[in-house]
């Protein structure tokens, strides 16, 4: 092969040469993958590295499962269909059964499926379109800290402002509304005073006939919020929001794009709530790392026409093997029950961690999606008494844990939040390794600071 005997600096040079300024990862990962399996990753000059971002969440058994790419193979020694628009397959009908069978029968019994384009964000314009045409309304709700795509409409969704600043034109009709995020609570209140006066707040703003806000097409959310941190929405915050929007009938549409299929410690994000919501975008992991994304839906918000949405790869039957493989692996495993109890693990590391270090203001999350703040204890504290963010610090920690061979992502507000995304199949070893490797970079990377603020 040409790129053999290549290094990580010779590919990282021709990427930056061809590739757009728009890339992202290999700013700050600098490395060029060679091989990979579990949750090991290994670059070009043999560095071996712990994978806790695992494509953003979608490598629910890992790399290179064996289960996963059993059934690659044998779907290309059949001689199957690579691609079929969205005309059906065996392999098709059989990640329709797998998939349906995994979600609670509440909704399962009462859905339809609408295969998408491959990346998450279509999904999302595609939950849009459905409930702007089922309800004939035209505003959408969504919530401060939310990332769904990049796509026009989905972007027009996001909380973060950075992405669109320089993207006029942006989807009209899109209200974004305080999330139960009670480290930086949007009220000044904290505690369960957060959740209870945000959902208080959704309520009365949509029975305020003097609002602003037409009548609403829908109203998306992630239970944990995912780029935004690590954020978990409290169970009766949901629980809340789900009478809201049953009671006025607005369709609630689950974003569980990065939470789908046991990451969160339950199969779906809203299974903690126990609520049943009426549009379900998924991607990620269910396509079994392969492109895939879909939309399941309440039978009765069915009113599209044929065509009303479409697209070229919604038929790839690979990712359909190799998710109906990872979704049937997951549930006989009970994989989001092994996520639960590797997510405490860890998070008693992290909780230890913390303990020493005032730097570290908030550890959060669920499952096998956490995420730890980092703050600056030296600034001017909030009104609840909680540090200002420390983007850099958090860079730092970032840059250490990469010299260590752990590689782990940045989110939330001002980019100051580490996460933790492993795949699912991680062991107790995994678990102890990848929080010693965390906890020496931010040793590291707090002594850093105080030598270069002379504070050592």
Same mark, same amino acid.
């Given at each position: 092969?040409? %790129?053999?005997?290549?290094?990580?600096? /010779?590919?990282?040079?021709?990427?930056? $040469?061809?590739?757009?300024?728009?890339?992202?990862?290999?700013?700050?990962?600098?490395?060029?993958?060679?091989?990979?399996?579990?949750?090991?990753?290994?670059?070009?000059?043999?560095? &071996?590295?712990?994978?806790?971002?695992? !494509?953003?969440?979608?490598?629910?058994?890992?790399?290179?499962?064996?289960?996963?790419?059993?059934?690659?193979?044998?779907?290309?020694?059949?001689?199957?269909?690579?691609?079929?628009?969205?005309?059906?397959?065996?392999?098709?009908?059989?990640?329709?059964?797998? $998939?349906?069978?995994?979600?609670?029968? &509440?909704?399962?019994?009462?859905?339809?499926?609408?295969?998408?384009?491959? *990346?998450?964000?279509?999904?999302?314009?595609?939950?849009?379109?459905?409930?702007?045409?089922?309800?004939?309304?035209?505003?959408? $709700?969504?919530?401060?800290?939310?990332?769904h795509g990049m796509t026009n409409g989905a972007l027009s969704l996001m909380g973060d402002t950075g992405p669109k600043e320089s993207v006029p034109g942006?989807?009209?009709?899109?209200?974004?509304?305080?999330?139960?995020?009670?480290?930086?609570?949007?009220? !000044?209140?904290?505690?369960?005073?957060?959740?209870?006066?945000?959902?208080? %707040?959704?309520?009365?703003?949509?029975?305020?006939?003097?609002?602003?806000?037409?009548?609403?097409?829908?109203?998306?959310?992630?239970?944990?919020?995912?780029?935004?941190?690590?954020?978990?929405?409290?169970?009766?915050?949901?629980?809340?929001?789900?009478?809201?929007?049953?009671?006025?009938?607005?369709?609630?549409?689950?974003?569980?794009?990065?939470?789908?299929?046991?990451?969160?410690?339950?199969?779906?994000?809203? &299974?903690?709530?126990?609520?049943?919501?009426?549009?379900?975008?998924?991607?990620?992991?269910?396509?079994?790392?392969?492109?895939?994304?879909?939309?399941?839906?309440?039978?009765?918000?069915?009113?599209? &026409?044929?065509? *009303?949405?479409? !697209?070229?790869?919604?038929?790839?039957?690979?990712?359909?093997?190799?998710?109906?493989?990872?979704?049937? %692996?997951?549930?006989?495993? /009970?994989?989001?029950?092994?996520?639960?109890?590797?997510?405490?693990?860890?998070?008693?590391?992290?909780?230890?961690?913390?303990?020493?270090?005032?730097?570290?203001?908030?550890?959060?999350?669920?499952?096998?999606? $956490?995420?730890?703040?980092?703050?600056?204890?030296?600034?001017?504290?909030?009104?609840?008494?909680?540090?200002?963010?420390?983007?850099?610090?958090?860079?730092?920690?970032?840059?250490?844990?990469?010299?260590?061979?752990?590689?782990?992502?940045? !989110?939330?507000?001002?980019?100051?939040?580490?996460?933790?995304?492993?795949?699912?199949?991680?062991?107790?070893?995994?678990?102890?390794?990848?929080?010693?490797?965390? /906890?020496? *970079?931010?040793?590291?990377?707090?002594?850093?600071?105080?030598?270069?603020?002379?504070?050592?």
């Open positions: 092969m040409k %790129y053999a005997n290549a290094t990580d600096d /010779s590919l990282l040079s021709q990427q930056a $040469l061809r590739e757009s300024n728009a890339r992202t990862y290999p700013r700050h990962l600098p490395l060029a993958i060679d091989e990979a399996r579990g949750v090991t990753v290994t670059d070009m000059d043999g560095n &071996e590295y712990l994978d806790c971002l695992a !494509g953003a969440g979608t490598l629910a058994l890992g790399h290179n499962h064996p289960v996963v790419t059993d059934a690659i193979e044998q779907m290309l020694s059949e001689s199957r269909p690579l691609h079929t628009l969205d005309i059906t397959s065996p392999i098709k009908e059989a990640f329709v059964d797998e $998939l349906f069978e995994s979600l609670p029968s &509440e909704f399962a019994d009462h859905a339809k499926i609408q295969f998408c384009s491959p *990346a998450g964000t279509d999904a999302v314009e595609a939950a849009m379109k459905l409930t702007k045409t089922a309800t004939g309304n035209r505003s959408m $709700l969504a919530f401060q800290g939310g990332y942006l989807m009209a009709d899109v209200h974004h509304l305080p999330y139960p995020y009670a480290y930086r609570c949007p009220f !000044g209140l904290g505690g369960d005073d957060t959740h209870r006066v945000a959902s208080e %707040y959704v309520e009365r703003l949509l029975d305020d006939p003097s609002s602003g806000i037409v009548e609403p097409a829908g109203m998306i959310l992630e239970l944990v919020q995912g780029e935004g941190g690590a954020i978990p929405a409290p169970d009766e915050w949901a629980r809340e929001i789900r009478r809201i929007t049953r009671e006025r009938d607005i369709p609630l549409i689950v974003d569980e794009i990065q939470t789908g299929l046991g990451r969160t410690g339950e199969l779906f994000a809203f &299974e903690h709530a126990d609520i049943v919501p009426d549009v379900v975008t998924l991607s990620k992991a269910v396509g079994g790392g392969l492109p895939l994304s879909v939309v399941l839906y309440r039978e009765d918000l069915d009113a599209w &026409e044929p065509g *009303a949405h479409a !697209g070229t790869f919604r038929g790839n039957q690979v990712a359909m093997a190799a998710g109906r493989a990872t979704i049937e %692996y997951v549930v006989e495993n /009970s994989l989001h029950t092994h996520a639960a109890k590797m997510g405490a693990r860890l998070r008693d590391h992290l909780d230890e961690l913390g303990r020493d270090f005032e730097a570290v203001g908030d550890i959060r999350g669920r499952g096998l999606m $956490l995420g730890v703040e980092f703050v600056d204890p030296s600034g001017e504290p909030d009104a609840l008494g909680h540090s200002p963010a420390n983007p850099e610090l958090a860079k730092r920690v970032r840059q250490e844990c990469f010299d260590r061979g752990l590689i782990i992502e940045l !989110g939330g507000r001002h980019s100051c939040t580490a996460r933790f995304l492993p795949p699912l199949i991680v062991d107790k070893s995994d678990i102890d390794e990848i929080a010693h490797r965390f /906890s020496e *970079a931010v040793h590291a990377a707090v002594e850093t600071r105080r030598l270069v603020e002379g504070t050592a």
